[in-house]
Every structure is written in C-alpha cells, then in structure tokens.
C-alpha cells in the first residue's frame, strides 16, 4: 500500500490520532488531488446529493462550511448562498477551494479554535465527516459557542453516537436522520445524515 494511501485508511478508521495536526492534512491533499474520492465516488456523490436536499429545506442565507477540503460539497453550497463561508486545516486544501469556488469566504485553521468563525450568526453550519477528528471536551464547548439555527452533520456509522451525545449536551436537538450504506472496493462505506436545531438561549 503506498504510504499516503496507508495515511489515509487511517484518517478514516482512527481519525482521532490526527486530532489538530495540520501536518497530516497537508501531507494528504499535496500528495492526492482528490484523497476522499468526492469527484469519482458514487457514494460520496450520493452523500452530498442527501446533504444538498435537507440544506435547502432550512433558511440558508448565510451558511458555514466545517472541514471543506479542496471544495467540492463547498461548489454545491455556493449555489444556495451568496454569503458562504469555508473553514479547513489544510492551507493546500484551501488554495484548491479557492480556485474551485472563489466567492466564498475562507478561513485556514482548526475551526474549533478559529476567533473569525465564531462572531457571526449563521442560518446553516455544514459539519461533513469533520466533528469525530477532534475529542468531546474540544468539540462539545465548540458547539456550544458557535452561532448557528441549524446544524447539517454527516458522520461516518459507528462514530455518530459519540456526536450525537455531545450535540444534544450542546443545546441541539435533532429534526430529521438518514443512513446511507454502499460498498466500494474493499470497504463498506456509511454514513449518519442528520439535520439539527439549537435550542435559543
């Protein structure tokens, strides 16, 4: 197996070794064009097809991208909203998003210690295969802080109960569930789509 494939079976099965080290990310988008297979894969298109269509059943004015990578789902948003704004680790994964949707806003960093995310008020925030890189006493605090009416996640089976755990300890509760299931190559692939709205203060 060649070693950004090895690091890459690991981000997906033990994604919280990597928890805020940049250095992985980096190493994983400057050595593939397309390390998650978003543009290839017919599971991965029929997961941002589901996204898409919960997305536009909410107020979607002003939207938050968590984890954009080098922007695929971050195109499809675009088309809802013009006042979007992308966030990831990955300065390389950034540069590509920018070239594939310059319109948006962008933020390099670790969204859930990034000060520019964490003022305004969003109508929708896009958690995509992101909340499960970092521990609960990181993210339950960030989800507790962030501005947003609705929350669209997208976790890999198996690691949704932990997220679900921590986004109702963080005032969410949840409008709406969907499993997708698929098998591509050598691995099963699937995913928890949930549709979340936070409790007003």
């Known amino acids: 197996m060649h070693p950004s494939q090895k690091l890459l079976h690991t ?6 070794k990597f928890s805020g080290q940049v250095d992985r990310f980096e190493t994983l988008f400057q050595t593939s064009p397309d390390p998650w297979g978003f543009s290839q894969s017919p599971f991965e298109q029929r997961r941002f097809a589901a996204l898409l269509n919960l997305a536009q059943t909410i107020p979607h004015d002003t939207i938050l991208e968590l984890g954009c990578a080098e922007g695929h789902f971050t195109k499809l948003l675009a088309q809802l909203s013009q006042h979007l704004t992308a966030v990831d680790i990955s300065p ?8 594939l949707v310059p319109t948006a806003r962008y933020h390099v960093g670790n969204f859930t210690s990034l000060p520019a995310i964490m003022s305004p008020s ?9 909340l499960y890189y970092s521990p609960p006493q990181v993210i339950t605090p960030f989800l507790k802080r962030l501005h947003t009416r609705h929350l669209l996640t997208s976790n890999s089976f198996g690691l949704h109960l932990s997220i679900e755990r921590q986004l109702q300890q963080s005032g969410f509760y ?7 299931f698929a098998v591509e190559g050598l691995y099963p692939k699937a995913t928890v789509i949930s549709l979340w709205e936070k409790h007003r203060s």
Not at 11 to 16: F, G, N, Q, T, V
Not at 92 to 97: E, F, G, H, P
Not at 174 to 180: A, E, G, K, P
């Open 92 to 99: 390389t994964a950034v540069a590509q998003a920018k070239k």
């Open 122 to 130: 969003f109508n929708l925030t896009v958690a995509s295969e992101v």
């Open 174 to 180: 949840r409008l709406s569930r969907r499993f997708l």
């Open 11 to 16: 981000l997906k099965y033990s994604p919280s």
